[in-house]
T-cell receptor, first 111, second 110 residues
Framework: DAGVIQSPRHEVTEMGQEVTLRCKPI?????LFWYRQTMMRGLELLIY????????DSGMPEDRFSAKMPNASFSTLKIQPSEPRDSAVYFC?????????FGSGTQLSVL | DAKTTQPPSMDCAEGRAANLPCNHS???????VYWYRQIHSQGPQYIIH???NNETNEMASLIITEDRKSSTLILPHATLRDTAVYYC???????????FGTGTRLKVLA
């Protein structure tokens, strides 16, 4: 298995634009997580899914953020409109075999 | 709030054992102790986990005190590539809902 795949690796956009981050989890994993990491706040759990159903989105900062998991092999995290304070590394992770497997992350810069 | 506390940083000489402590006096009896590490800007990587007994795998050993209030991650022969931030997490097995604290920044010195 190729592991958790995230795209794009880097995203630079201007304030007000829509941003979509993508994630392909490891096949067979029932759980999918979105985390955000900044120097100030560390690793923050944003939302997680179990069997494609959102279970807990209490970490989503505000209504500008939304996440979907239309099927077991794909998830998106969307920010609309984006703001400079959204600049961070966004990680996707899938859970299986009692472990979390993380993707390489998307470095988002909002100018 | 995080259920675990760790020292913010540690140094270790290359080739020596690195012993990383974690206090988790508030975790429940059914919560496992998980360790992950994050090398530079990569995604966190699983190391090891345990409930009561000591555990060992190809990466590390985990020593959990009998009262389960603390544990120590041991990297038996640290290399420069072990320089990373190490996170200790208390959570129920199979839920994966990890709350990452600030971790311990381990620096392995040549």
């Amino acid at each position: 298995d190729a592991g958790v795949i995230q795209s794009p690796r880097h995203e630079v956009t201007e304030m007000g634009q829509e941003v979509t981050l993508r994630c392909k989890p490891i096949s067979g994993h029932d759980y999918l997580f979105w985390y955000r990491q900044t120097m100030m706040r560390g690793l923050e759990l944003l939302i997680y899914f179990n069997n494609n159903v959102p279970i807990d989105d209490s970490g989503m900062p505000e209504d500008r953020f939304s996440a979907k998991m239309p099927n077991a092999s794909f998830s998106t995290l969307k920010i609309q409109p984006s703001e400079p304070r959204d600049s961070a590394v966004y990680f996707c992770a899938s859970g299986g075999q009692e472990k979390l497997f993380f993707g390489s992350g998307t470095q988002l810069s909002v100018l | 709030d995080a259920k675990t506390t760790q020292p913010p940083s540690m140094d270790c000489a290359e080739g020596r054992a690195a012993n990383l402590p974690c206090n988790h006096s508030t975790i429940s009896g059914n919560e496992y102790v998980y360790w992950y590490r994050q090398i530079h800007s990569q995604g966190p990587q699983y190391i090891i986990h345990g409930l009561k007994n000591n555990e060992t795998n190809e990466m590390a050993s985990l020593i959990i005190t009998e009262d389960r209030k603390s544990s120590t991650l041991i990297l038996p022969h640290a290399t420069l590539r072990d320089t990373a931030v190490y996170y200790c997490i208390g959570e129920f097995s199979g839920t994966y809902k990890y709350i990452f604290g600030t971790g311990t920044r381990l620096k392995v010195l040549a």
